[in-house]
């Protein structure tokens, strides 16, 4: 295991109140895997992201309960220089905008192949061939004609997948780039994950009708002029989530027992968990 986050809190003191960003949130990521975590804006993925990278902004944040292993290591029992260490070599995150994370002079093959000719000591003519690699790894088109290019030359969808082929974590709206170079997906909702499976599973038949919601709310080629699907609502204020399931204002499934009992993260099969009372209902919907 590389990363295992267990049952994370966060929370945003605020001159309102407290606001809990980020409630009981657990996921693991093996080497050489790809978890992409989805949720609308205000969902707790970024914040999530933030206190495992060790750049939450403490205050207003506080991170009041969880643990977050990295490589064996709880990050948050460990001393600053020890944090930065890690997150120098080790990890990194890349955020929506990734043209500004990326060098406009260098070609995207220098910016990958930097990672092996800076820090594993590789030739310019090796590195390059790994370049390529993981361009081809994150699905990017006639990687070896275009690892020449410049970051203006691809779209910001590729970018964003150049990014993630030199680094762990996906943070994204673009749920194209989720079905290509994710392998599990953990849906986030109010600082909770309310569902998590393997990427295919997801998308073929969600357990949740929030992802639903989301998946239809994807524009789809063959329903050009049709109107677009959006969940209705808006997400709600993290310093009132709403009792029971925080979905449940906004869900077109929801029933009495909604509003008054939080549903837990119900196994649907040994890869798989939704934390909706009636995922199976969902699912047979879905199919
Ligand atoms: Fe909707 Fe109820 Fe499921 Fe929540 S528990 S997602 S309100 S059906």
Redesign the pocket.
């Known amino acids: 295991m590389l990363l295992d986050v267990r049952d994370l809190q966060v929370e945003f003191h605020t001159r309102e109140g407290v606001a809990k960003a980020v409630n009981g949130v657990s996921y693991s990521v093996d080497a050489g895997e790809t978890l992409a975590v989805l949720g609308e804006s205000g969902s707790g993925k970024s914040v999530t992201a933030q206190a495992i990278m060790g750049i939450l902004d403490t205050p207003p944040g506080h991170i009041t309960g969880g643990e977050i292993i990295f490589e064996g290591r709880d990050l948050l029992t460990l001393k600053e220089d020890r944090r930065r260490k890690v997150r120098g070599a080790e990890m990194a995150m890349i955020f929506q905008d990734a043209l500004s994370s990326l060098n406009p002079v260098l070609t995207v093959g220098e910016q990958l192949g930097e990672m092996f000719t800076v820090h594993r000591g590789m030739s310019r003519k090796d590195a390059k061939a790994r370049a390529v690699e993981l361009m081809d790894r994150v699905r990017i088109p006639a990687a070896t004609a275009r690892v020449d290019q410049y970051p203006h030359q691809f779209s910001g969808g590729m970018r964003q997948r150049i990014m993630i082929a030199m680094g762990l974590i996906l943070i994204t709206h673009d749920l194209g780039v989720v079905a290509d170079v994710a392998d599990k997906i953990a849906v986030m909702y109010a600082g909770r994950i309310v569902e998590t499976a393997p990427v295919h599973d997801i998308y073929r038949a969600p357990a949740?009708?929030?992802t639903r919601g989301l998946l239809d709310s994807i524009p789809r080629l063959d329903q050009k002029g049709q109107e677009l699907y959006a969940i209705k609502g808006l997400p709600p204020n993290l310093l009132a989530i709403p009792p029971g399931?925080a979905?449940?204002p906004r869900?077109p499934?929801?029933?009495p027992v909604?509003t008054t009992d939080e549903?837990p993260l119900y196994e649907v099969d040994p890869r798989r968990r939704s934390a909706?009372?009636?995922w199976k209902e969902?699912l047979d919907g879905a199919r």
Do not use: E, I, K
Request: proline letters at 12%; hydrophobic letters at 25%.
């Open positions: 949740h009708p929030y399931c979905f449940h869900c499934l929801a029933q909604c549903p909706c009372h009636f969902t």
